[in-house]
């Protein structure tokens, strides 16, 4: 039976630690006493972030004993600046012993079909999604290896799973990101370093409603398709990070994060050529 990875007193990097899932993650980490990394864009977010995340830290089973302070920093990063992603491991160093675990969590969204979508746009998101979360894993792996305990999470989506009519660019992203991450997996195999894969269905972030959009795209157009993603995002992300983190916990290699995800993988594993044919018949006429 395989162990579970302990998390307490480790050392864990977290990209788009701002807000929604990056932050859940933080916080379930941070309850485990793991020490944080955070990184993102947005400073008064991982500000945030990381306060909540102090303040997480559950108490040893005497509950008057004083709880050690977490060691929590916060990194402004853009994951498609190749310089920036280069030099964090240094920054990491600089106030943290190691790297136990790299969550590549970062990561946006663009609505449209393939037509609709510019080249520029598509190539803004693969910069993030995935470009991003490749150098972070180049950046990171030598730390890794100098853990006795390494994991490296990476975080897909459903559509890396399943390809809906729509979301060429983000779905091809998030594809992307499972087959590096499945490839990892097999090449580190025998290491101290393990891999996961992660794909959360509807969690209720704000991507949707930060999601870019075509160019010409009418107002009410784009009104009318965030009003119908956002509905499908019913999660609370807080329950998304604990699944994440127990997932690292028990070494898993993939981790399906809410019924939808589990109930649509398992359709594609079912039907492979015809899932979204009988999906759409399951969705309200409206």
Same mark, same amino acid.
């Given at each position: 039976?395989?162990?579970? !990875? ?8 977290? #990209?788009? +630690?701002?807000? $929604? ?23 008064? $977010?991982?500000?945030? #972030?990381?306060?909540?995340?102090? %303040? ?11 709880? &050690? /302070? ?9 994951? +498609?600046?190749?310089?920036?992603? +280069?030099?964090? &491991? ?25 037509? @609709? ?17 490749? =150098? !972070?894993?180049?950046?990171?792996? &030598? ?28 779905? @091809?992203?998030?594809? @992307? ?23 959360? $269905? ?14 010409? !795209? &009418? ?5 009318? =398709?965030? /009003? ?7 999660? *609370? ?12 916990? =028990? ?17 594609? =594993?079912? +039907? ?11 969705? *309200?006429? %409206?």
């Amino acid at each position: 039976m395989i162990s579970a !990875m302990k998390l307490e007193n480790r050392t864990a990097v977290v #990209t788009g +630690a701002a807000s $929604g899932i990056g932050r859940a993650i933080a916080f379930s980490l941070a309850r485990r006493g793991c020490n944080l990394a955070l990184a993102d864009l947005n400073d008064k $977010g991982l500000l945030e #972030t990381a306060r909540m995340a102090q %303040s997480a830290q559950t108490r040893p089973g005497n509950a008057t004993a004083p709880t &050690p /302070a977490l060691c929590i920093t916060q990194h402004h990063l853009d994951v +498609a600046d190749r310089s920036a992603v +280069a030099a964090f &491991p240094q920054a990491v160093l600089a106030a943290h012993p190691g790297v136990d675990i790299l969550v590549n969590n970062a990561g946006v969204a663009i609505g449209g079909t393939f037509e @609709a979508v510019s080249e520029e746009d598509f190539e803004w998101l693969f910069e993030i999604n995935f470009w991003g979360l490749v =150098r !972070m894993t180049r950046a990171f792996l &030598p730390l890794l290896q100098k853990s006795d305990d390494a994991r490296l999470v990476n975080l897909s989506s459903i559509y890396g799973i399943i390809s809906p009519p729509g979301q060429a660019a983000y779905s @091809a992203s998030k594809f @992307a990101v499972r087959g590096f991450s499945n490839s990892l997996l097999y090449e580190l195999a025998g290491s101290k370093v393990g891999v996961t894969v992660v794909h959360p $269905g509807g969690i209720a972030t704000s991507i949707a409603d930060n999601a870019r959009v075509p160019t010409g !795209m &009418p107002a009410e157009e784009v009104a009318k =398709r965030k /009003a119908i993603a956002k509905k499908a995002l019913r999660m *609370p992300p807080e329950a998304a990070g604990e699944i994440i983190v127990k997932g690292i916990q =028990r070494r898993s290699p993939r981790v399906l994060v809410g019924n939808d995800a589990k109930f649509l993988a398992f359709l594609e =594993r079912l +039907a492979p050529n015809s899932y979204w044919k009988i999906f759409s018949r399951l969705l *309200p006429k %409206s």
